[in-house]
């Protein structure tokens, strides 16, 4: 099972990828869960996470968010703007990937 | 649009961005309001029930549980919105902790009652009919833990939680005397931090008891609170907040939140000033509220998108901006639009910066005045999550004729955007059928 977590400004931009990442590993046959919270929280779900991506709107937020990750070994990343504005669930996904298998 | 332009303005706004965003006081400030603001939602909305701008609501409601039915949904309003320094003191204290990782719970608690320390807890009270003022004792007055507590709550919390975490950092111990257990030791020098800032904030106390403002309070409120609250109502802060909130966005930073980390706490003061008054029956003070810049300013979401995205789904030909339109839509109505400002996007977009830019200083314009006209009532202050959707938020704000404003904005709105979204929609659809020539012609070959 995958693990990964969605940070942006109030969880709420992030939270509508969920579903399409969600649907996109489902369509590759891949177990993975996908949770989004604000920023402000992010010290508080970092267990038994497997990737963290930024809204590309909070990546001011990357450098205190490789801080809170990288001693855990999470890999962290901002998400590509336009994957993002398109909401393009499978490229996130791919990114997501790449993260964890590098 | 000369990258090496963009490049220097980005290399001076993300350090500012960061800087503020990652500055650890505004960052406590911002959790501990996040932590208050349901129980503030909860409690102005109740006092919107106590008085809903219904004809014939208050009898109704009269006849079915008697006078003083209203009494019901005050309690709720009293107990958040009139005490909420406390929650704050709290909320910041904990998240400060946090950060500097001493415990969160301890340190809130010491914050709380050097708050309560350097309150009064008496007032000067004048019976009706009466012209003697009595100073009543053994009461801790509502005056000063509400809104106009709100700086001092912030400073107490702050200044707490570093000393805590000054003593903590420092390892500061009572030395006890050979065979006394470990933990006896600890229990002892668990105190020292509650010690050393109860007394420090009792010497502030002391302090300005001798001074003409007698409290920090007074001081800090018509020193700070005051002047910054006014300076934070004027039009001019409209333009200027809104301006960089828009041009952070154009570099893909979130403006709001950057920009609202200095604005959220003057305008939380100015909405609960606007309740205050708006319970008494009185005239509302302020224009300036943080429910204006939600819903009338970012209407639809930074920018007030929602007349651009209705362009976009109806008016485009383009394939892009159809399905971008789509997309965006459900989550424009609740006044998110990340989709459109990195999907279109409007981020580093030379042609649609302009009118990003341009729309929410022209509808503050339209707003502001249109209130102090008194055309539109000011905002109640009632606090409502800045998703409620345009129409609907309006109305609950300022009645008829804010929901009739809103729908104003979207026109106005869409007037502007149009010409800029047809100009990306064109060239978005030339490229899109010239690809599909090539592609053809390829075929064919």
Same mark, same amino acid.
């Given at each position: 099972?995958?693990?990964v977590?969605?940070?942006?400004?109030?969880?709420?931009?992030?939270?509508?990828?969920?579903?399409?990442?969600?649907?996109?590993?489902?369509?590759?046959?891949?177990?993975?869960?996908?949770?989004?919270?604000?920023?402000?929280?992010?010290?508080?779900?970092?267990e038994?996470?497997?990737?963290?991506?930024?809204?590309?709107?909070?990546?001011?937020?990357?450098?205190?968010?490789?801080?809170?990750?990288?001693?855990?070994?999470?890999?962290?990343?901002?998400?590509?703007?336009?994957?993002?504005?398109?909401?393009?669930?499978?490229k996130?996904?791919d990114?997501?990937?790449?993260?964890?298998?590098? | 649009?000369?990258?090496?332009?963009?490049?220097?303005?980005?290399?001076?706004? +993300?350090?500012?961005?960061?800087?503020?965003?990652?500055?650890?006081?505004?960052?406590?400030?911002?959790?501990?309001?996040?932590?208050?603001?349901p129980?503030?939602?909860?409690g102005?909305?109740?006092?919107?029930?106590?008085?809903?701008?219904?004809?014939?609501?208050?009898?109704?409601?009269?006849?079915?549980?008697? @006078?003083?039915?209203?009494?019901?949904?005050?309690?709720?309003?009293?107990?958040? +919105?009139?005490?909420?320094?406390?929650f704050?003191?709290?909320?910041?204290?904990n998240?400060? &902790?946090?950060?500097?990782?001493?415990?969160?719970?301890?340190?809130?608690?010491i914050?709380?009652?050097?708050?309560?320390?350097?309150?009064?807890?008496?007032?000067?009270?004048?019976?009706?009919?009466?012209?003697?003022?009595?100073?009543? @004792?053994? $009461?801790?007055?509502?005056?000063?833990?509400?809104?106009?507590?709100?700086f001092?709550?912030?400073?107490?919390?702050?200044?707490?939680t570093?000393?805590?975490?000054?003593v903590?950092?420092?390892?500061?111990?009572?030395?006890?005397p050979?065979?006394?257990?470990?933990?006896?030791a600890? &229990?002892?020098? &668990?105190?020292?931090?509650?010690?050393?800032?109860?007394?420090?904030?009792?010497?502030?106390?002391?302090?300005?008891?001798? @001074?003409?403002?007698?409290t920090?309070?007074?001081? $800090?409120?018509?020193?700070?609170?005051?002047?910054?609250?006014?300076?934070?109502?004027t039009?001019?802060?409209?333009?200027?907040?809104?301006?960089f909130m828009?041009?952070?966005?154009?570099?893909g930073?979130?403006?709001?939140?950057?920009?609202?980390?200095v604005?959220?706490? $003057?305008?939380?003061?100015?909405?609960?000033?606007?309740?205050a008054?708006?319970?008494?029956?009185?005239?509302?003070p302020?224009?300036?509220?943080?429910?204006?810049?939600?819903?009338?300013?970012?209407?639809?979401?930074?920018?007030?998108?929602?007349?651009?995205?209705?362009?976009?789904?109806?008016?485009?030909?383009?394939?892009?901006?159809?399905?971008?339109?789509?997309?965006?839509? $459900?989550?424009?109505?609740?006044?998110?639009?990340?989709?459109?400002?990195?999907?279109?996007?409007?981020?580093?977009?030379?042609?649609?910066?302009?009118?990003?830019?341009?729309?929410?200083?022209?509808?503050t314009?339209?707003?502001?005045?249109?209130?102090?006209?008194?055309?539109?009532?000011?905002?109640?202050?009632?606090?409502?999550?800045?998703?409620?959707?345009?129409?609907?938020?309006?109305?609950i704000i300022?009645?008829?004729?804010?929901?009739i404003?809103?729908?104003?904005?979207?026109?106005?709105?869409?007037?502007?955007y149009?010409?800029?979204?047809?100009?990306?929609?064109k060239?978005?659809?030339?490229?899109?059928?010239? @690809?599909?020539?090539?592609?053809?012609?390829v075929?064919?070959?």
């Open positions: 099972m995958i693990n977590r969605l940070f942006c400004s109030a969880g709420m931009s992030t939270s509508m990828l969920i579903s399409k990442m969600e649907n996109a590993a489902k369509e590759r046959g891949l177990e993975i869960v996908v949770d989004a919270f604000p920023e402000a929280e992010m010290a508080k779900h970092l038994d996470v497997d990737a963290v991506l930024l809204g590309p709107q909070i990546r001011f937020a990357l450098n205190k968010a490789k801080k809170l990750c990288e001693p855990k070994g999470i890999p962290v990343e901002v998400i590509n703007p336009m994957n993002y504005g398109k909401m393009d669930g499978s996130v996904l990114q997501a990937l790449n993260m964890i298998n590098n | 649009m000369n990258s090496k332009f963009t490049d220097r303005i980005e290399t001076v706004l +993300m350090p500012i961005a960061g800087a503020i965003s990652n500055n650890r006081y505004l960052l406590a400030i911002r959790d501990g309001f996040m932590l208050s603001m129980l503030l939602i909860i102005a909305m109740s006092l919107l029930l106590a008085n809903l701008p219904i004809p014939g609501y208050s009898d109704f409601m009269k006849n079915i549980f008697g @006078t003083g039915w209203d009494s019901f949904f005050r309690i709720p309003f009293n107990c958040t +919105m009139n005490i909420m320094a406390i704050v003191v709290f909320g910041v204290a998240s400060l &902790a946090n950060y500097y990782e001493v415990d969160g719970i301890s340190t809130s608690v914050a709380l009652v050097c708050f309560f320390i350097i309150t009064p807890f008496s007032m000067n009270f004048t019976p009706e009919g009466s012209t003697t003022a009595y100073n009543v @004792t053994g $009461i801790i007055p509502l005056d000063w833990i509400g809104s106009k507590g709100l001092v709550g912030m400073f107490t919390a702050i200044f707490a570093e000393i805590v975490k000054v903590a950092k420092r390892g500061w111990t009572i030395k006890m050979e065979g006394v257990p470990p933990t006896v600890k &229990a002892f020098s &668990a105190l020292i931090p509650g010690v050393i800032a109860l007394y420090a904030f009792n010497m502030v106390r002391l302090g300005f008891s001798f @001074t003409s403002f007698g920090i309070h007074e001081f $800090i409120f018509k020193i700070l609170q005051k002047p910054l609250t006014s300076l934070g109502d039009y001019v802060a409209s333009i200027v907040a809104n301006f828009q041009l952070f966005w154009v570099f930073i979130h403006g709001p939140n950057v920009v609202g980390a604005t959220q706490p $003057i305008w939380l003061a100015t909405s609960a000033d606007n309740l008054a708006f319970q008494a029956g009185k005239e509302l302020h224009i300036l509220t943080q429910q204006y810049e939600d819903l009338f300013i970012q209407l639809g979401g930074s920018g007030a998108t929602l007349s651009l995205c209705l362009s976009m789904l109806f008016l485009c030909k383009s394939e892009q901006c159809k399905k971008l339109g789509k997309l965006a839509i $459900i989550p424009g109505l609740f006044n998110i639009n990340e989709p459109i400002v990195f999907g279109l996007p409007i981020v580093l977009n030379p042609i649609m910066m302009i009118p990003f830019i341009i729309v929410p200083l022209v509808l314009t339209i707003c502001y005045t249109s209130m102090s006209l008194g055309l539109v009532p000011k905002p109640s202050g009632v606090l409502i999550p800045w998703t409620t959707p345009p129409i609907i938020g309006g109305f300022c009645g008829i004729k804010g929901a404003l809103q729908i104003v904005e979207i026109i106005v709105s869409f007037l502007i149009l010409p800029f979204i047809k100009m990306v929609d060239q978005y659809y030339l490229e899109e059928t010239t @690809t599909g020539e090539t592609k053809e012609a075929q064919t070959c």
